[in-house]
């Protein structure tokens, strides 16, 4: 007698959509693209360095404190800054859904994902202010989980491989060139 649910999982959750690595990977490219370091403001001859946070550096952060906000249902704002437990679930879910770009031996999102990383610690080091709080624990993960076990991905284009591991190298010189451990 066949089973006449063809769903796996006896208790699906309705909210619980999934949704493809290459559509998450377009919105991670579109988050990045708010967070374009300013060039630095023209100044008289003379004068003092103006250090001011220009949009893309106030979207930096905002971008970051959205990655890792409280998601409630019901479509509310939480009222809380994010934690590190909602800075955790950010982190596995990438592990998560970087199990699933093995699978398929294509990493859209953990591409965008590194070059979005980058992008924020270069926006708020050009405004001369430090990471959003919890980014070095991403940094941190790009350098252990994803570059430093990169050569036993499987992949499906060559140019893919060098392509990752190069966005991994650049977001770790980017946190390691823009801040300093003491600070």
């Known amino acids: ?55 893309a550096e106030v979207a930096a952060e905002a971008i970051w404190r959205a990655l890792t906000a409280p998601v409630l249902l019901d479509g509310q704002q939480p009222q809380q800054p994010p934690t590190q437990e909602t800075e955790l679930e950010l982190l596995a879910g990438l592990k998560k859904d970087l199990e699933v770009e093995q699978r398929h031996q294509e990493y859209p999102q953990t591409l965008a994902f590194v070059r979005l990383v980058r992008r924020l610690l270069s926006s708020c080091a050009s405004a001369s202010r430090p990471p959003p709080p919890g980014l070095t624990r991403h940094v941190a993960w790009i350098g252990e989980e994803v570059f430093g076990r990169f050569e036993a991905f499987g992949f499906r284009h060559e140019e893919h491989k060098w392509e990752l591991a190069s966005g991994c190298l650049a977001a770790m010189v980017q946190a390691v060139r823009d801040y300093s451990p003491d600070a």
């Open 1 to 55: 007698n066949p089973n006449p649910n063809p769903n796996p999982n006896p208790n699906p959750n309705p909210n619980q959509v999934g949704v493809s690595p290459a559509l998450k990977a377009a919105a991670l490219r579109t988050l990045r693209a708010f967070a374009l370091p300013s060039p630095p403001p023209a100044r008289l001859a003379n004068a003092p360095p103006v250090v001011a946070a220009g949009a």
